[in-house]
T-cell receptor, first 110, second 111 residues
Framework: KAGVTQTPRYLIKTRGQQVTLSCSPI?????VSWYQQTPGQGLQFLFE???????NKGNFPGRFSGRQFSNSRSEMNVSTLELGDSALYLC?????????FGPGTRLLVL | QKEVEQDPGPLSVPEGAIVSLNCTYS??????FMWYRQYSRKGPELLMY????GNKEDGRFTAQVDKSSKYISLFIRDSQPSDSATYLC???????????FGTGTRLLVSP
């Protein structure tokens, strides 16, 4: 089976812009979670989607949002980008209690 | 205090050494425990997954969970230079899919 894919892999934006990141889970997996990884805070949970519904949300501002489509693919959107949003954004595909991560999208906000 | 504590290292060992990596946690609701390996500029790769207390072995890797002490460990036998990476512990409770991660321990295995 192909693993989790994320696009784009790298992105440079400026403050105030918005960005959309995409994730395709492992075939057959219906749950997708998003995490932010920074050197200072480590890996932090953003939200989880299952069958197109957001089931859990982490402690992030409303500028961070997401959605899931009927084919289980998911997108994450960050509006009004801030310098502190520079991070590796990771998507995880879930089978039962196990999560498998994609390669991530590295976002740099200038 | 963080829910999951992990020594950031770096931990430097010679090739062939036995490596011990550890995490402590405070939330007694955690039931599922995982170890991920992350190479530089890559996503985390699942190494080991354990439910509740006990040991689990997979090749050169052994995971141990002691829920009474809120302490988990990963042992790597016959360490190789290719094991050089950051090792992240992660855990979650039942029915809630948020993984809580340690900060990661950077491991360096020298030839």
């Amino acid at each position: 089976k192909a693993g989790v894919t994320q696009t784009p892999r790298y992105l440079i934006k400026t403050r105030g812009q918005q960005v959309t990141l995409s994730c395709s889970p492992i075939s057959g997996h219906r749950s997708v979670s998003w995490y932010q990884q920074t050197p200072g805070q480590g890996l932090q949970f953003l939200f989880e989607y299952f069958s197109e519904t957001q089931r859990n949300k982490g402690n992030f501002p409303g500028r961070f949002s997401g959605r899931q489509f009927s084919n289980s693919r998911s997108e994450m959107n960050v509006s009004t980008l801030e310098l502190g949003d520079s991070a590796l954004y990771l998507c995880a595909s879930r089978a039962e209690e196990t999560q498998y991560f994609g390669p991530g999208t590295r976002l740099l906000v200038l | 205090q963080k829910e999951v504590e992990q020594d950031p290292g770096p931990l430097s060992v010679p090739e062939g050494a036995i490596v011990s990596l550890n995490c402590t946690y405070s939330n007694s609701a955690f039931q599922y425990f995982m170890w991920y390996r992350q190479y530089s500029r890559k996503g985390p790769e699942l190494l080991m997954y354990t439910y509740s207390s006990g040991n689990k072995e997979d090749g050169r890797f052994t995971a141990q969970v002691d829920k009474s002490s809120k302490y988990i460990s990963l042992f790597i036998r016959d360490s190789q230079p290719s094991d050089s990476a950051t090792y992240l512990c992660a855990m979650k409770d039942t029915g809630f899919q948020k993984l809580v991660f340690g900060t990661g321990t950077r491991l360096l295995v020298s030839p």
